[in-house]
């Protein structure tokens, strides 16, 4: 585990800590708002991250403390992420089809009907829902996870889960989009 909690900590072992997390905080952002974004966005989580060193009191807590920035950094850039929600909403799927590939074609529309539907569910939750749904579904954190992250109570994280889900599965028609292919929920 990598220690960082004051200001005089070593710049070696934040390296460390940046070469541990840097690739889970690119995805988690890279899947919230685009590739070009998670670059950006990454590096600033780390940049915030070394200069609010002394503000982690928690050593256990250094993954959730690193998402709970990213998910600020992302707060910061909403604008763009409801453009981008709102834009994959109109699209639909414009899929080529290709010579007697039927199955493939009738799966990628299908995949891109529920990814519009999702998209919209998305961008019609609020941005508090929004959040936790996406920290446990892009980031796989977990209840506790999420509560150090965002700063708010385990209690809060599952019934602003809850609702998302209702949310999403509603606008799915009924389908979860939070279960993987065994069935099981997150």
Same mark, same amino acid.
């Given at each position: 585990? *990598?220690?960082?909690? &004051?200001?005089?900590?070593? &710049?070696?072992? $934040? &390296?460390?800590? $940046?070469?541990?997390? =840097?690739? /889970?905080?690119? +995805?988690?952002?890279?899947? +919230? #708002?685009?590739?070009?974004?998670?670059?950006?966005?990454?590096?600033? &989580? $780390?940049?915030?991250? $070394?200069?609010?060193?002394?503000?982690?009191?928690?050593?256990? =807590?250094?993954?959730?403390?690193?998402?709970?920035?990213?998910?600020?950094?992302? @707060? +910061?850039?909403?604008?763009?992420?409801? @453009?981008?929600?709102?834009?994959?909403?109109?699209?639909?799927? =414009?899929?080529?089809?290709? /010579?007697?590939? =039927?199955?493939? *074609?009738?799966? @990628?529309?299908?995949?891109? *009907? !529920?990814?519009? /539907? #999702?998209?919209?569910?998305?961008? @019609?939750?609020?941005?508090?829902?929004?959040?936790? #749904?996406?920290? !446990?579904? #892009?980031?796989?954190?977990?209840?506790? /996870? *999420?509560?150090?992250?965002?700063?708010?109570?385990?209690?809060?994280?599952?019934?602003?889960?809850?609702?998302?889900?209702?949310?999403?599965?509603?606008?799915?028609?009924?389908?979860?989009?939070?279960?993987?292919?065994?069935?099981?929920?997150?």
């Amino acid at each position: 585990m *990598v220690v960082i909690t &004051t200001r005089d900590a070593p &710049t070696d072992r $934040f &390296t460390d800590l $940046f070469d541990k997390y =840097h690739g /889970e905080i690119y +995805r988690y952002v890279a899947g +919230r #708002l685009s590739a070009s974004h998670a670059d950006d966005l990454a590096a600033e &989580t $780390f940049l915030v991250a $070394f200069r609010d060193r002394a503000k982690l009191n928690d050593a256990g =807590h250094v993954r959730a403390w690193l998402y709970g920035i990213a998910t600020n950094l992302i @707060r +910061r850039h909403r604008r763009d992420e409801e @453009r981008r929600y709102r834009a994959l909403g109109r699209a639909g799927s =414009h899929a080529a089809p290709a /010579e007697n590939d =039927h199955e493939r *074609v009738i799966s @990628r529309v299908a995949a891109g *009907v !529920v990814q519009c /539907e #999702l998209a919209e569910a998305l961008r @019609r939750l609020k941005p508090a829902d929004r959040d936790v #749904l996406l920290l !446990v579904a #892009l980031a796989d954190l977990g209840y506790a /996870e *999420v509560a150090v992250a965002l700063g708010i109570p385990e209690g809060t994280v599952a019934s602003r889960l809850n609702r998302a889900r209702k949310a999403a599965r509603a606008a799915l028609g009924g389908a979860d989009p939070t279960r993987d292919i065994s069935g099981a929920t997150r």
